[in-house]
């Protein structure tokens, strides 16, 4: 498979620190940046057309990951 596009530390490259640090140290942040990096990699898996779906559970799945993603950076915003 190639690059996994989309990935946090793509996503937040001024945050490297802090979302390892966060990571870390609270489990909540941990929990949601794991549940992201597990939809970002479904959603490339159904992109690169190496896992069947539906256009409409993709979609689906990419709403879950924006959702996750404005959390994780209102976390990284509230520890800066």
Do not use: W
């Given at each position: ?6 990935g946090?530390?793509?996503e937040f ?16 942040f ?6 992201y990096e597990h939809?970002n990699?479904?959603?490339?898996r159904?992109?690169a ?8 559970v ?16 209102a976390?990284?915003r509230?520890?800066?």
């Amino acid at each position: 498979m190639t690059h996994v596009p989309h990935g946090l530390h793509e996503e937040f490259p001024h945050d490297a620190a802090a979302i390892s640090r966060l990571k870390m140290s609270d489990g909540h942040f941990a929990r949601i940046a794991d549940r992201y990096e597990h939809l970002n990699r479904e959603i490339h898996r159904i992109e690169a057309n190496v896992e069947p779906a539906a256009d409409e559970v993709l979609e689906d799945l990419k709403k879950q990951r924006i959702r996750l993603k404005d959390e994780i950076a209102a976390m990284l915003r509230a520890a800066a």
